[in-house]
């Protein structure tokens, strides 16, 4: 290759990792002030280039001044500094104290809610933004063309660097971000009001999130995927640099922004992956980031986390698990689609269960729980497709394939706690995501694999439904037993307290481990399941979202509850199944429903039913 090549590649780089640094650093701001996982942050970068697609054309109108694309650009980010105000007023204020569980599954809400509001507002069709006056041409670096427009972007970042260290170490303001960063509970201990710096701290980093989206509408057109698409981005840099470190976001947006533009030449077949081996690598070596702190301890949780009610199930709980295995069986008696929705109801139940076995009993919050359930799903269906072997081990496969999986992504995760925990499973996903995604000559790529159809003797939906209900039942019945074992009091133990049961002999690390790599089992198991009832599998099985679903029914069935995720991946798929699909606003209505199980359930539909009973009458 040519040096003239390689200074342009790099160049690139650098105009991308500035562009990056300037949403990621928004990111970590509201993260070290606040502690809130916001996923909504996409969502204020996305709003930025909406906000610019409007507001710039409308100003350019009057003159076509660089200036004026400047003011619009601005404008633009602080429109949206306004609307993070508004959310953290309404939403975040009621969840500061929440675990990080509850915190990602309220932003994702918000996350629904925008992407159904901008359909609404600017329609499904992508907007290109004008492009700046006076960087519209090229500039000639060795022989070699490169936008003008590219290389402003890379000053952007060192400028924007430059403000903050200004506001940071010159301001009342920006002080109060730093000592919040170090030690919130102390800030506020001192008297200062914190609502006001939450609120501040809000409208910087969503302002910073507008202006990275509005900075980018001359090389872009607004789009409703924008904010997906760059949240696990700015995810990345935020924890490389460490969550709360501005300085270490910028060296992390660098690293990535250099192993984008070079990854694609050197390793074209895995560039989707790089930049998660960087985050993990990071983590594994330094688990709180290159520049970051380990985490305050200070008091969260006003909710308990894990799994309260042990005991043994009463009469009523026995009449309603009879109850709903009645109508499981029943199923078939009613019509065909009854038995599909029955089927999957049984499926997502084990695999929410096997969620909870984590969340709830082990403590462990894994944001990318999809993986495993995505990977057993793979395991079933190569064997089928590619091997010609048939469905009976094609099965016993599935939980071997998730197992395998979480057992090697387990060995690094037990090692992190807390949210940094919580993102090395969520890279871990990520990157199974990528393979299935780019190893096309195996898995098909985007396009998955078809023809994953059970045996003959099992190739009616009635009798798949019996046999699927037979496996996902004796599944939780076996976890649940695993729950009440002497191991499941252990990884209570060092949920609680892992110094406490450390002193006492228990290898917490190993515990972990070892729920960790059950989990994915009973997870890759409730996979290889679905891919048969569907037919074909896809690397969408893997993603961000089929996570999230997981998490809202552990929520709203209730993770202080042994089975109450059982009875939550029953109302949240009946709420997608059948109430969703009678409106086009579903992902409005959806995040609407996310937020007010938060709010209103934080407890879920088992605690709500345990409130009702002890209600004195």
Do not use: C
């Amino acid at each position: 290759m040519e040096w003239s090549f390689l200074l342009v590649q790099a160049l690139s780089g650098l105009a991308s990792a500035s562009s990056l640094f300037v949403i990621a650093s928004g990111l970590t701001i509201v993260f070290g002030v606040t502690r809130i996982v916001n996923f909504a942050h996409g969502s204020f970068y996305m709003l930025g280039a909406y906000a610019a697609v409007t507001i710039v054309p409308w100003l350019l109108d009057f003159d076509r001044s660089p200036t004026l694309f400047f003011v619009g650009v601005l404008a633009s980010a602080l429109v949206v500094g306004l609307l993070g105000v508004a959310m953290e007023v309404l939403l975040l204020r009621r969840i500061y104290r929440v675990p990080e569980l509850f915190q990602l599954l309220a932003t994702f809400g918000v996350v629904l809610i925008v992407q159904d509001l901008v359909l609404l507002v600017w329609g499904p069709v992508e907007i290109p933004g004008p492009r700046a006056p006076g960087l519209r041409h090229g500039i000639d670096i060795l022989d070699q063309r490169f936008p003008a427009y590219e290389l402003f972007l890379i000053f952007v970042g060192p400028a924007v660097l430059a403000l903050l260290w200004l506001l940071m170490h010159r301001t009342r303001f920006g002080v109060l971000i730093r000592a919040a960063t170090q030690d919130r509970e102390m800030v506020g201990a001192l008297g200062v009001n914190q609502a006001m710096l939450f609120t501040g701290t809000l409208f910087l980093g969503a302002t910073l999130a507008g202006l990275g989206g509005a900075l980018q509408i001359p090389r872009v057109s607004a789009s409703a995927q924008m904010d997906l698409s760059v949240i696990t981005e700015a995810f990345v840099v935020t924890v490389i640099g460490g969550m709360g470190s501005v300085p270490g976001a910028f060296i992390a947006a660098l690293l990535i922004g250099q192993l984008q533009a070079f990854g694609v030449l050197i390793f074209p077949k895995i560039t989707l992956v790089l930049v998660f081996l960087l985050m993990a690598a990071v983590l594994v070596v330094k688990p709180w980031g290159l520049l970051g702190r380990p985490e305050a301890a200070a008091g969260r949780a006003v909710l308990p986390e894990g799994i309260l009610d042990l005991g043994r199930l009463d009469g009523v709980g026995k009449l309603l698990a009879a109850l709903g295995l009645a109508a499981m069986l029943a199923l078939p008696l009613i019509d065909a689609y009854a038995v599909k929705v029955g089927t999957e109801v049984l499926i997502l139940a084990l695999a929410a269960v096997s969620l909870n076995f984590l969340v709830g009993n082990g403590g462990i919050v894994s944001f990318g729980h999809a993986a495993y359930f995505g990977l057993g799903a793979y395991g079933a269906g190569l064997l089928v497709v590619k091997a010609g072997l048939p469905m009976e081990p094609a099965l016993v496969a599935a939980p071997i394939a998730g197992g395998a999986a979480a057992a090697l992504f387990g060995f690094f995760v037990v090692r992190l706690s807390g949210i940094y925990l919580a993102m090395l499973t969520l890279a871990f996903a990520q990157i199974a995501y990528a393979v299935v995604f780019q190893w096309v000559e195996v898995t098909g790529g985007d396009n998955g694999l078809v023809g994953v159809w059970p045996s003959r003797w099992a190739a009616s939906r009635e009798v798949y439904h019996y046999l699927t209900a037979a496996i996902t039942l004796a599944a939780i019945v076996f976890l649940r037993r695993v729950i009440h074992a002497p191991f499941g009091a252990t990884l209570r133990a060092a949920r609680d307290s892992a110094q406490r049961a450390d002193a006492i002999g228990v290898d917490v690390r190993m515990h972990r481990w070892l729920g960790f790599t059950l989990a994915g089992a009973a997870a890759g198991l409730a996979g290889g399941l679905y891919a048969f009832s569907k037919g074909s599998i896809d690397p969408t099985l893997l993603g961000i979202p089929v996570s999230v679903d997981f998490l809202s029914m552990i929520l709203l069935g209730g993770i202080q509850s042994v089975l109450g995720p059982v009875a939550g991946a029953a109302a949240f798929h009946a709420l997608k199944d059948f109430f969703l699909p009678l409106t086009d606003h579903w992902r409005l209505f959806l995040g609407l429903s996310i937020i007010a199980m938060v709010l209103v359930f934080p407890r879920g539909l088992a605690g709500a039913f345990a409130s009702l009973r002890k209600r004195p009458a």
